[in-house]
């Protein structure tokens, strides 16, 4: 069955330090592969997805992203994390399964990122 | 680019009433328009896809009496609360897909989400 791991609910990171916000799937087929960050009663914002091509996925505010391929990984990085980016992190898959509503997400339980001055 | 609304963004109901919630893509055309549920510190749970001009298709679980949705064009697709009780207390997120009609590669972009409070 198709499935989105977020191995951790919380990620704590100092301002200025890299960050990583950790992201595995289980799908049948070719992944695409999104991410998006929810701040507080708000809905969710696009940062980055990959499709096909380059393994590394550059996005908004900084933010990339690696396909991994043998590791079923989409792992979101940030050279160097600001207090503004402490939000919910969502990870999220698409593939092509007849059986289900084209171009539906499936999400990862989100993790939260905090970054502390 | 890509900004999707929705209308209201907070409502508080007596229970019995129904409650209407409007998610509009402002700058794209949307064949397919999503909505979700989301709880307090949880993931989102789709709850039906809209397609224009058709009817919705609803997720296993999901009461399609209940929540009627209404895609009547391109860019506006209404989620109505019938009859709300407490348990429907939630917030509600759309979302619009934009591309080339809901391909398994299009973006969703995600309206700011509809805090619904049934008393």
């Known amino acids: 069955a198709q499935s989105v791991a977020q191995p951790e609910d919380q990620v704590n990171v100092a301002e200025g330090n890299p960050l990583t916000v950790k992201c595995t799937y289980s799908?049948?087929?070719?992944?695409?592969l999104f991410w998006y960050v929810q701040y507080p009663n708000r809905g969710l914002q696009f940062l980055l997805k990959y499709i096909t091509g380059d393994n590394l996925v550059k996005g908004s505010y900084g933010f990339e992203a690696e396909f991994n391929k043998s590791q079923t990984s989409f792992h979101l990085k940030k050279p160097s994390a600001l207090v503004s980016d402490s939000a919910l992190y969502f990870c999220a898959v698409s593939f092509l399964d007849r059986g289900s509503t084209l171009g539906r997400l499936y999400f990862g339980r989100g993790t939260q990122l905090t970054v502390w001055p | 680019g890509a900004v999707v609304s929705q209308h209201p963004s907070w409502v508080i109901c007596k229970s019995g009433t129904s409650v209407k919630i409007e998610c509009r893509s402002l700058?794209?055309?949307?064949?397919?328009m999503f909505w979700y549920r989301q709880f307090p510190k949880q993931s989102l749970m789709l709850m039906a896809t809209s397609n224009e001009g058709s009817k919705a298709t609803y997720e296993q679980g999901v009461e399609k009496d209940k929540f009627l949705i209404n895609h009547a064009s391109l860019t506006l697709s209404t989620l109505t609360v019938t009859s709300a009780h407490p348990e429907d207390s939630s917030f509600y997120i759309c979302?619009?897909?934009?591309?080339?009609?809901?391909?398994?590669?299009?973006?969703?972009?995600f309206g700011p989400g509809t805090r619904l409070t049934v008393l």
């Open positions: 799908v049948s087929g070719n992944p695409y």
């Open positions: 979302s619009a897909s934009q591309g080339t009609g809901g391909g398994v590669a299009d973006t969703q972009y």
């Open positions: 700058d794209f055309q949307a064949t397919t």
